[in-house]
């Protein structure tokens, strides 16, 4: 079965510091990768999705994420993060093709605080 | 465009109860999967229906059930409710099922007492 693993549980940063969280998938053939935000008492929402073609994605509020298919990573970064991202992160990832019957698999989250 | 929906926000019930948490997917969007969120354990994948028809199902028991209706709205039951299914229920839509995106709504927050 498929599996996401994220391997910092919480990480505690100051403003203006630089971000990059770890987000690791076992499955070996072709994914589509998300990473949801989850701001506190708000809804999860998406921050950006790699379906093909560059690797390197573009999220809203500065934030990018790199695929790198040799290591199964999708590592969400942001070279300066602002208070207003404390949130929860979730790294998802999906079998593609798929018929329709196929999960989204979610990883157990990441805590970021931001200290001002 | 109206997001997805879930009611109640909020629910206390007593363990052994059941109950039924609502859904309304955004206009649209034919397929309507259900989590559950604890602190620890992240986003568990429940069920998804898409078209009426249950396509996967998680590694719950029999106690939590799902349904869609006809309008792609839908309902989850937990029936003999347990201390431990207190959670954040979450309801997400998606417009292309394969694609894997999807929309979540605000969540039903569970207490069983």
């Known amino acids: 079965a498929q599996s996401v693993s994220q391997h910092n549980h919480h990480v505690i940063l100051s403003e203006a510091a630089s971000l990059e969280l770890g987000c690791n998938y076992s499955?070996?053939?072709?994914?589509?990768l998300f990473w949801y935000v989850q701001y506190p008492g708000q809804h999860l929402q998406l921050l950006l999705k790699y379906f093909s073609g560059d690797p390197l994605v573009k999220g809203i509020k500065g934030f990018e994420a790199e695929f790198i298919k040799s290591k199964f990573s999708f590592n969400l970064r942001k070279p300066s993060v602002q208070w207003s991202d404390t949130a929860e992160y979730f790294c998802?990832?999906?079998?593609?093709?798929?018929?329709?019957?196929?999960?989204?698999?979610f990883g157990t989250g990441t805590r970021l605080t931001i200290i001002p | 465009k109206a997001g997805v929906t879930q009611t109640p926000r909020y629910l206390i019930k007593t363990r052994g109860q059941q109950v039924t948490l609502s859904c309304s997917p955004i206009s649209g969007h034919r397929s309507v999967s259900w989590y559950q969120q604890t602190p620890g354990q992240g986003l568990q994948f429940l069920f998804e229906y898409f078209s009426e028809t249950q396509r996967n199902k998680g590694n719950f028991p029999g106690r939590f059930s799902g349904r869609q209706f006809s309008n792609s709205r839908s309902e989850m039951n937990v029936s003999t409710l347990e201390l431990g299914d207190s959670a954040l229920y979450l309801c997400a839509s998606s417009a292309l099922q394969a694609t894997g995106e999807a929309f979540f709504g605000q969540g039903t927050r569970l207490t069983v007492v």
């Open positions: 499955y070996g053939g072709t994914v589509n």
């Open positions: 998802a990832v999906i079998h593609t093709p798929n018929f329709g019957n196929e999960k989204l698999t």
